[in-house]
């Protein structure tokens, strides 16, 4: 019996590892390569510090911080930086004035990208140093004349600046007939009424009364419910040099808010463009084109206008995005609290899919501000980098990245991208661009009072990737408002071209995706403004492409 017990042992130890071996699963393939980032300001030559005009933060508008943007201002191919910063002010706009004033005082930057990530400030030659306490900037042909101008905007006014294609531009508010008030904020450009000139959608922020001092612990300041919204503006292009305001006729001047980031895109694919306003502590705006000059406002009803839990939050930055590769936009939006990633049901209305995504619970603990939606592998599946800082304090946090995973799905994976990511600052606008034109987006991220960051993406891939230069000819020379579908290894992407994204700032007018193991696209769609579709087939990768619209 013994000698039978130890067969039958035997035998059932043989036969579970066999069957061990037979069930094992298969080698895992090699995994994916990580997302690498690196800071590259100093071998870059981008010498930037961001002002807010005193010696210690104590005012909403201090607290408010500068953006940025990329595009071409010299038509070489390679895009350029523009950055804004506060400056001092009068003492008796400060709650903590400086004892001295610097001798040279903070102003915007314009530096040139030399190629091989090198970079020279230019901004003297160009004439875009403007006595403005700046906030945000926004880019655009808007006299379609083949150089790209730009709006500055900050306290007191906003500078519309021509772009004079030598390397120069020339203040053309007045003659434009852009008259803002206030303080703007946010804006951005597009073609509402689709008739190939580009117009301008301005934001506006508060009303800012340095000299409201209510009770407050000696560490804090008013926040924005303790001043009056603002209501935003809306220029109408006349396609001659000059503009109209329409705030009125469009009914957009019907609704006051507190304007942080703005954006604008063709959420519904009726094929005009929409804008969307991130609100301080105020419900979020979706203005819905009616196609007819006006438009109606449809956060609510899309469930785009509140929190997570249905509060009027501090919300920052928004980003139109195709995330889950379901051939519709989606919604990105930074906050103070839960960032909101809203899934585009294709109905009108929109599902927060934040919890389910993987990303709330990983950015609760941020106040989030500039952020970008962008293949920063070029694995075929959208990335989200956003950066963080404290919202009333100087408190420095570090910065977050979600890897795409498909179908809507992210992986946080901040930790494991580079030091860069966990070095800790009080972030604020961000924008995004391949500066060195090697197929990977790079950002810039611009610091409350501190020195900006150049990002640079060093990742290891042999992924390929291909980007589109657009140039309207019976639309808007930028192609702002465009749809491009492409087809490559047997999926779709889609993207449109838009303007202003994020918070404050602009990104690449380049339109990016990343295509994975494919070397080719096999078609591509491009649905312009004015209404023309244009095919191209059988495309090589791994180059920026430049499409003109058929005339």
Known sequence: MQSLALFLLLFSTAVSAQNAVAVAPPAQATPAPSIRVEDATAPSGIDFTHSFGSRQLGSLL?????????????????P?????????????MHPYP??????????????????????TDVTEKAGLAPDLYSIAVAAADYDNDGNTDLLVTGYGRAILYHNNGNGTFTDASEKAGIKVDGWSISSTWLDYDKDGCVDLFVGRYVKFDPKYH??????????????????????????????????????????????????AADFDGDGWPDIYVANDK??????????????EEVANQADVAYGQSGESTSAMGPVFADVDGDGK?????????????????GNGMFDDVSAKAGISQATAQYTSWGSGIYDFDNDGWPDILTFHGGLIHLVPQEHSLFKG?????????????GPILDVK??????????????????????????????????????????????????????????????????????????????????????????????????????????????????????RVITVEEPK
């Open 62 to 78: 201090e607290g408010t911080g500068g953006g940025c943007v990329w595009f071409d201002y010299n038509n070489d191919g390679k």
């Open 80 to 92: 350029d930086l523009y950055v804004v910063t506060g400056k001092p002010l009068d003492d008796s």
């Open 98 to 119: 400086l004892k001295t004033k610097p001798l040279e005082m903070p102003h915007n930057h314009l530096y040139r990208n030399d190629g091989d990530g090198k970079f």
């Open 214 to 263: 209510a009770f407050y612990a000696a560490d804090n300041y008013p926040g924005p419910l303790d001043y009056e919204g603002e209501t935003n503006k809306l220029y109408h292009n006349n396609c001659n040099g000059t503009f109209t305001d329409v705030s009125e006729k469009s009914g957009l001047a019907a609704y006051r808010g507190r304007t942080m980031g703005v954006t």
């Open 282 to 295: 105020t419900e979020n705006f979706l203005f819905h084109n009616k196609h007819d000059g006006t438009f």
């Open 329 to 345: 936009l989606d919604l990105w939006v930074t906050d103070s609290k839960f960032n909101r990633l809203m899934h585009n049901a």
């Open 405 to 417: 995973l498909g179908n809507g799905k992210f992986a946080d994976v901040s930790r494991d991208a």
């Open 425 to 542: 600052s009080v972030a604020r606008g961000a924008c995004f661009a391949d500066y060195d034109n090697d197929g990977k987006m790079d950002a810039f991220l611009v610091n409350l009072g501190a020195p900006g960051t150049l990002i640079h993406n060093v990742t290891a891939t042999t992924n390929h990737w291909i980007a589109f230069q657009l140039r309207g000819t019976k639309s808007n020379r930028d192609g702002i408002g465009a749809h491009l579908e492409i087809q490559s290894g047997g999926r779709k992407q889609v993207a449109e071209r838009v303007a202003s994204s994020g918070y404050l700032s602009q990104d690449d007018p380049r339109v990016h995706f990343g295509l994975g193991a494919s070397a080719r696209v096999d078609k591509v769609t491009v649905q312009w403004p004015s209404g023309k579709q244009q095919v191209l087939e059988n495309l090589t990768a791994d």
